[in-house]
């Protein structure tokens, strides 16, 4: 029997039936479509019931094999997904966002010698998004402040702005202990650049508050 669409096509998804046996061609290799021996991944398009039986890779598409799945009585199906216009359009909507999601990964993690400097609670949330390390991106920022601290200190100097050095001095020397600290600390996410001016009295005001309600 010569193939013929069946549907014609979802999306940018090809279909074509031959025989007993449905190929679907596909730009997107979708995890959940398994090829299982048993709990077999059952896929509905319209009123009929198929079967993943093989799955083949190509340069630029997949290519599942499915057969009609009869035995409704003694198996028992593993996921049942219903293929239709509906979920390509979500699947393709999820993939738009993963890329997306990738791509802003890709330019923070190239970014870490900034983004060390953001907020410990920043850094935590970009990390939990995007997959890149708070401690790490921490770490590099400390060197680079670190580097800065010792240019910009010969620069103090050589203007002679000694009352400026000294006030630069301690505030920069005081951050890069108390961020290096929190790293020690093995803190998930370390302080950020000169939160700790905040943070710390900001701790000491919450403890007095929990104190002076006990009392």
Request: hydrophobic share 45%; aromatic share 12%.
């Amino acid at each position: 029997m010569k193939d013929c669409a069946y549907p014609p096509a979802l999306g940018e998804d090809r279909i074509l039936r031959k025989g007993e046996r449905l190929s679907v061609y596909s730009k997107v290799d979708m995890d959940e479509w398994q090829v299982r021996q048993n709990r077999k991944t059952i896929i509905c398009i319209n009123d009929d019931v198929w079967h993943i039986v093989g799955k083949q890779f190509s340069a630029n598409e997949v290519c599942y094999l499915l057969e009609p799945w009869t035995d409704l009585t003694n198996e028992i199906p593993g996921r049942i997904i219903r293929y239709d216009e509906e979920y390509v359009r979500n699947r393709d909507e999820a993939l738009k966002k993963r890329r997306l999601k990738n791509r802003i990964g890709s330019v923070l993690y190239h970014m870490r010698f900034l983004t060390g400097f953001l907020p410990s609670g920043t850094k935590a949330g970009i990390e939990t998004d995007f997959g890149v390390s708070a401690r790490d991106a921490t770490m590099i920022s400390i060197i680079i402040e670190l580097l800065l601290f010792f240019a910009s200190t010969g620069l103090w100097l050589l203007i002679s702005a000694i009352d400026v050095f000294i006030v630069f001095t301690i505030i920069l020397f005081t951050d890069i202990i108390i961020r290096y600290g929190s790293y020690l600390r093995d803190d998930r996410s370390p302080l950020g650049l000169f939160e700790w001016v905040w943070r710390i009295p900001m701790g000491i005001l919450r403890k007095l508050w929990e104190r002076g309600r006990l009392a």
